[in-house]
T-cell receptor, first 111, second 116 residues
Framework: RKEVEQDPGPFNVPEGATVAFNCTYS??????FFWYRQDCRKEPKLLMS???SGNEDGRFTAQLNRASQYISLLIRDSKLSDSATYLC????????????FGAGTRLFVKA | GAVVSQHPSWVICKSGTSVKIECRSL??????MFWYRQFPKQSLMLMAT?????????EQGVEKDKFLINHASLTLSTLTVTSAHPEDSSFYIC????????????FGPGTRLTVL
């Protein structure tokens, strides 16, 4: 089993749609969680951190469920510019700092 | 946010040559730098973690003698791909973290390496 698993993609949605991405992680000692966005042939850029209390930034909402070891990202009112690959990232610090990236979920938003 | 630069942004080289990639943190001191490799349509794979002034910690399956990492200062880390082969062609991305600033990593723009 992979340490971080994401929904298989791609997701093809029309503009204005709401889309949800899921991510699960296997290391219960993981300490911090992020969603990154990566455009084609570019470096990943931080989209938002994920907290147990939930985190909302405009059209984006991220949530963490530690008991289920599950992270989600909700995008409301999708825009064409949201088309990208969304990476779930998990950090743990047991035995040294370690960052694990999910394989990413590709999103295509169409007009 | 913090800025990380990489140089060169792309390089094409002949098989058997060595290529050096630089990663610099421009406006903060990076206590830890990370080197990733990303093949087409795949996620980032961590190659190694380097802390300033100490030897890099390599991930399983990454040859330390082939991928030489030097983190000589708090703002510069270099990755040298020695005796490059076509299978080393990939997108190499560095990231940097300032320990006191939390666990967020700031990524460089990446270096696309093509070995002929």
């Amino acid at each position: 089993r992979k340490e971080v698993e994401q929904d298989p993609g791609p997701f093809n949605v029309p503009e204005g749609a709401t889309v949800a991405f899921n991510c699960t992680y296997s290391n219960s000692a993981s300490q911090s969680f992020f969603w990154y966005r990566q455009d084609c042939r570019k470096e990943p850029k931080l989209l938002m951190s994920v907290y147990s209390s939930g985190n909302e930034d405009g059209r984006f909402t991220a949530q963490l469920n530690r008991a289920s070891q599950y992270i989600s990202l909700l995008i409301r009112d999708s825009k064409l510019s949201d088309s990208a690959t969304y990476l779930c990232v998990v950090n743990s610090q047991g035995g040294g700092f370690k960052t694990i990236f999910g394989a990413g979920t590709r999103l295509f938003v169409k007009a | 946010g913090a800025v990380v630069s990489q140089h060169p942004s792309w390089v094409i080289c002949k098989s058997g040559t060595s290529v050096k990639i630089e990663c610099r943190s421009l406006d903060f001191q990076a206590t830890t730098m990370f080197w990733y490799r990303q093949f087409p349509k795949q996620s980032l794979m961590l190659m190694a973690t380097s802390n300033e002034g100490s030897k890099a910690t390599y991930e399983q399956g990454v040859e330390k003698d082939k991928f030489l990492i030097n983190h000589a200062s708090l703002t510069l880390s270099t990755l040298t791909v020695t005796s490059a082969h076509p299978e080393d062609s990939s997108f190499y991305i560095c990231s940097a973290r300032e320990e006191l600033a939390g666990l967020e990593q700031f990524f460089g723009p990446g270096t696309r390496l093509t070995v002929l």
